[in-house]
């Protein structure tokens, strides 16, 4: 009797699996553009026009948008920041002035 039992469970537990996944294959679609964690990466080049410009909400977006980042920020002398690297995300770095002085990536 417990093997009866055990072997429903693992046929019970082998269909629920079965109707949690997704029917086709597991590459995507060759319609979308994907990179590594599907975000387009920055190219911190193309927004070195801001270095000695004074920081601005516009000037942040325009560098954003001219390096193809997903994310960007202005970064001041003191502030804190996460350790964490995201290949999507602009840096604009300021001095005490806030005049841009190195634009990166991550």
Known sequence: ???????????LAALVLTG??????SEPAKDTAVTDAGHS?????????????????????????RAGAQN???????DMVTLEYRSDRLNLNTDDNLVINRVNCG
């Open 72 to 78: 960007a920020r202005i970064l001041k002398p003191d």
């Open 20 to 25: 949690c996944s997704t029917p086709g294959t």
């Open 1 to 11: 009797m417990p093997w009866k039992l055990a072997s429903f469970g693992t046929l």
């Open 41 to 65: 990466r920055c190219e911190a080049k193309a927004a070195e026009f801001a270095i000695g410009q004074k920081a601005s909400p516009q000037l942040l977006d325009q560098a954003r948008s």
